[in-house]
């Protein structure tokens, strides 16, 4: 009798990226064991992503789950577009970003090359050179 085959999860698209990535080091595994990486580094991903995402709620003073779902609508209404004077679309996020640009070039002037003279001695007749 045949056995029946477990049905295969759908994969995303990070995780087959990061398995074809990952190809040079099948060498150095059994097939189990590769599987086995490849598993524990996209949980070890998902748990960073998670923990950057509990620690942005810390850093805005979110301390229970009941206030996440204010926050989030808040959150959506900030990054949703917005019309500017030109009719441009953008996000109130966005507009930080470019006042925080402009304020940076304000302080952060180019250098412009300038190429050194060479320094000339000019002998003047009955003195050494030093």
Do not use: W
Not at 50 to 78: C, H, M, N, V, W
Not at 89 to 95: Q, R
């Amino acid at each position: 009798f045949r056995q029946k085959e477990k049905p295969r999860k759908k994969i995303s698209k990070e995780e087959r990226i990061f398995k074809e990535k990952s190809v040079p080091f099948c060498q150095f595994h059994t097939s189990q064991e590769h599987d086995q990486f490849v598993e524990n580094v996209m949980t070890q991903r998902k748990l960073s992503r998670r923990l950057a995402e509990l620690l942005r709620y810390r850093r805005f003073g979110l301390t229970s789950y009941s206030e996440l779902p204010d926050f989030e609508k808040q959150r959506i209404i900030r990054q949703s577009p917005l019309k500017t004077k030109s009719g441009e679309l953008t996000s109130l996020d966005e507009k930080k970003k470019r006042k925080k640009h402009k304020k940076k070039l304000l302080f952060t002037a180019k250098k412009i090359h300038v190429a050194k003279r060479p320094f000339f001695r000019f002998a003047v007749q009955g003195t050494m050179p030093i």
